[in-house]
């Protein structure tokens, strides 16, 4: 099957599965429903999702298993765009080209939303464990894992380093530590809570690690290049600094084409380790290829 064709396929799989999972009971305010479900059903990649559910399917998991996981790591991806929107923090009046969760439904709603969806996306996992023992450890140790790369040596870490440089100068160990963990975090974890709950061996979790550490880095490389095109589009500015806060990206230290080099030589070395699988690993290398070849 084509990639495309596969990718819409997937997308709409999760999405259907999204819906299901979605809150629903008189008790809960409709507000606090409709706030979730504008950002969560509101035509994002679902890249985290499918990568957890591709990372199953590498290592000979069960699907359906893992499903809890990946409705949950997009509800915890969606608090944090929603989160991170807000005044307080980048203060973005769009999100992929509609208004904000905060400009729709307030600031106030918009952080509950936000702490909703992330609530409820530990009360999806929690709620499915399977009964067999060794099933039962090994998807209990992969919610461990989204929990430890959404938290403070994770996402929120990176998004800490991010706000506390807001205003100052910001190094070139600093802009990494931010990638590695603001991005490249929640990634790595959606690939490798996919193979852990399945029962991947050393090996095979290795290999989807250091898939994942390379490709999130070259996702927010990409993400940094589209940033400073983005800039240059809007006020015809040079390649530089991120105008809004100052902050030093991959193209100011590197330049464009060796920071596209870097894109590539990170895709190669993803690639090459997905080797392992073979054909299960078909659709994970595209989905890599996918991420590091965004419209620029
Ligand atoms: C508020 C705790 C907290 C964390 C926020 C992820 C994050 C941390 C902020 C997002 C800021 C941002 C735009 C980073 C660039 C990379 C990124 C995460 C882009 C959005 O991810 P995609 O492209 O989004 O997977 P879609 O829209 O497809 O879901």
Request: proline content about 2%; hydrophobic content about 40%; glycine content about 8%.
């Amino acid at each position: 099957m084509e990639f495309d064709v596969q990718l819409k396929e997937s997308i709409k799989e999760v999405e259907n599965i999204l819906e299901e999972f979605l809150p629903k009971g008189k008790d809960i305010p409709k507000i606090i429903i409709e706030a979730m479900e504008y950002s969560l059903m509101n035509g994002g990649k679902r890249l985290r999702p499918i990568l957890l559910i591709e990372a199953a399917k590498c290592v000979e998991g069960d699907k359906n298993k893992v499903l809890p996981l990946a409705c949950a790591i997009e509800m915890i991806h969606t608090y944090s765009l929603i989160h991170d929107d807000l005044p307080a923090m980048d203060d973005d009046d769009y999100r992929r080209g509609k208004l904000t969760n905060h400009k729709v439904f307030g600031e106030g709603m918009s952080v509950l939303a936000g702490d909703a969806l992330l609530n409820y996306a530990f009360e999806i996992m929690l709620t499915h464990i399977p009964e067999n023992y060794k099933e039962m450890m090994n998807y209990l140790k992969a919610v461990k894992e989204i929990a430890y790369a959404a938290g403070i040596q994770g996402m929120i870490g990176g998004q800490v380093k991010d706000l506390e440089y807001k205003e100052g100068v910001m190094d070139l160990e600093t802009l990494q530590y931010i990638h590695i963990h603001k991005t490249g975090a929640l990634i790595k974890a959606s690939l490798r809570a996919g193979a852990i709950a399945s029962g991947a061996t050393k090996e095979q979790l290795k290999v989807l690690t250091v898939f994942g550490e390379k490709i999130g880095l070259a996702f927010q490389i990409v993400d940094d290049i589209l940033d400073v095109i983005g800039d240059q589009k809007k006020l015809g500015k040079a390649i530089g600094s991120d105008q809004k806060n100052h902050k030093i990206t991959y193209p100011s230290v590197y330049g464009l084409e060796k920071s596209q080099q870097m894109i590539e030589k990170l895709l190669q070395e993803a690639l090459n380790h997905l080797k392992l699988f073979g054909s299960k690993g078909q659709f994970l290398g595209e989905l890599g290829k996918f991420i590091c070849k965004r419209e620029y």
